[in-house]
């Protein structure tokens, strides 16, 4: 029952094992397709023939995010140091307890209600940026616009001012250029060559390539910002001084005996930054996407929220979107989307000691009900095409976009209660690192999501999209056949009159 008997597919090269296929392929390509033929646990190939156990078992994804003895991959941690520094992201045990709890107390639900309102004048904002845009239009069936621009400006605004009281937006740095730099991670044949070794060779990661120009850009644009946050924050002390996690990071010494240097500061603010946007920007363009592509889907969200308008006289506050049970279809609306568009692949981990990982599904072949791993075996969770969509979990519609499986009575099967994540959701992780804001993005998703179903329809464009994992990880779309053009998203948008 060692790595050697579970079953995988053929590797298709000793050298880069999986690497290159898996970093090429669009979404829903490859880790869907090996657990049908595998089942959830199975292994596929790492570079220089070693091997990487995907734990698609949501017993098993339990036991590995709880333990102390799967640490994030020391490959991985070296460049998370290159990309934000020395940060919450590259530190384990009790150094890394010490410096959440000194994040933490920013991301509670009742810290994220306190900005809440940033976060609604920025939706609105970009509504009516939107109808303005409408308005010159002489289009009468609406108008094509690139959301993902917009939509990742608003997140970047919303984490910015609300995190750290700072507006990017009166700063002197090219935001928009910024913003699609940061997306368009280079996707050279070396690039993808070398990250597919950077696990066992990381030295690659550290030679002149994109890739490197890219972890510099990163470093240096997010690093200004995070710098002038940091020195404002030393400037501005007092009653005056209104963010709560930069509070936290100036006492962190006398309060939490964390010693927070400069340096680390402002890595752990370019960490937030970077983990705090582009993750809920691409979570909310693909929920527009989808609902573009499922017009039931959008009517009864749209309906839902002009009912509890005319009905209470008054748009919905923070506790009705977030709390309450006001908008079930906005919240089942949400649950799916994290589900189906979780924005990460996979959680990785790396075992520290000897293992034996319980599986709540026998692995095929040998039927074996646990996995032994040795030290240093790397761990695939597989999220986005893996636990969020199995069908022996979810059910045979698992792949299906459908909020109602939330609402009807009995439509959840109950292995979807073997999932142990906070609403059997994979998506934002479990355990110790599970992600500090998540609270956060799900007010912002609800905040922005509902805000511009009430003014606008969304319909498809004429393209064809695919999704991929580029770049920290995360997934984003571009059009078929224009790859090389980069991450986009257009919608063919028209206003909403609320007497329709
Ligand atoms: C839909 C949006 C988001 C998704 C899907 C997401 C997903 C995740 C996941 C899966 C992890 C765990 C990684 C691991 O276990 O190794 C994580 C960690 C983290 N996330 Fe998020 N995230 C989102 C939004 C945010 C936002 C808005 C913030 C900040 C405001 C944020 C900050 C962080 C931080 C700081 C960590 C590291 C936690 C730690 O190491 O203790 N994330 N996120």
Request: hydrophobic fraction near 40%; charge should be negative.
């Amino acid at each position: 029952h060692t790595l050697a008997e579970v079953p995988g597919p053929r590797m298709p090269s000793w050298l880069f094992g999986h690497g290159l296929q898996l970093q090429k392929a669009p979404v829903g390509a490859m880790y869907n397709r090996w657990a049908q033929r595998y089942g959830p646990t199975y292994k596929i190939g790492g570079a220089f023939g070693t091997l990487k156990l995907v734990l698609g078992d949501p017993k098993g994804a339990a036991h590995v995010l709880s333990s102390s003895n799967f640490v994030r991959p020391a490959a991985g941690r070296r460049m998370l140091v290159q990309f934000f520094g020395e940060s919450l992201f590259s530190t384990e045990g009790d150094e890394h307890r010490r410096q959440r709890s000194v994040l933490n107390s920013a991301f509670t639900l009742a810290s994220v209600r306190d900005v809440s309102n940033v976060i609604f004048d920025l939706a609105k904002n970009l509504a009516i940026t939107w109808e303005e845009e409408l308005d010159k239009s002489t289009e009468e069936t609406g108008q094509i616009i690139e959301i993902t621009g917009p939509i990742h400006r608003v997140a970047l605004d919303a984490i910015s001012m609300t995190a750290f009281a700072y507006d990017v937006g009166n700063s002197d740095h090219s935001i928009p250029e910024l913003i699609s730099k940061i997306s368009n991670v280079p996707q050279s044949p070396v690039t993808l060559l070398a990250s597919a070794l950077a696990d066992v060779l990381p030295v690659l990661t550290r030679l002149p390539s994109p890739m490197k120009e890219w972890t510099t850009m990163l470093r240096t644009e997010l690093g200004r910002i995070a710098d002038e946050v940091w020195s404002q924050a030393q400037e501005s002390s007092g009653p005056m001084f209104h963010s709560k996690l930069l509070d936290s990071m100036n006492g962190a010494e006398e309060i939490h005996g964390v010693e927070m240097s400069r340096d680390r500061a402002i890595a752990q603010i370019v960490g937030v930054l970077f983990a705090g946007y582009e993750t809920t920007a691409n979570v909310i363009g693909e929920c527009l996407y989808e609902l573009a592509r499922c017009p039931q889907v959008q009517e009864k969200l749209r309906k839902e929220l002009v009912q509890f308008i005319s009905k209470t006289g008054r748009e919905p506050t923070f506790d009705d979107l977030f709390i309450g049970t006001q908008l079930p279809y906005l919240d089942a609306v949400t649950r799916e989307t994290l589900r189906t568009k979780a924005v990460l692949m996979v959680i990785a981990r790396e075992a520290v000691e000897h293992d034996k990982i319980p599986l709540l599904f026998p692995t095929h072949g040998v039927g074996s009900p646990y996995v032994l791993v040795n030290p240093g075996q790397i761990v695939y969770i597989p999220v986005r095409d893996g636990i969020n969509v199995d069908k022996t979990i979810w059910g045979p519609d698992a792949g299906v976009f459908r909020p109602e499986r939330w609402l009807e009575d009995g439509a959840l099967p109950d292995t979807v209660n073997s999932i142990h994540a906070p609403g059997h959701l994979m998506t934002f992780g479990d355990g110790p690192k599970i992600c500090l804001g998540r609270n956060f993005a799900i007010a912002e998703f609800k905040i922005v999501v509902s805000t511009l179903v009430r003014h606008f329809t969304f319909a498809p464009d004429r393209q064809l999209y695919d999704f991929y994992r580029t770049g920290g990880n995360t997934v984003k779309p571009k059009v078929r056949g224009r790859e090389h053009e980069g991450v986009q998203l257009s919608l063919c948008i028209s206003k909403f009159h609320t007497d329709e």
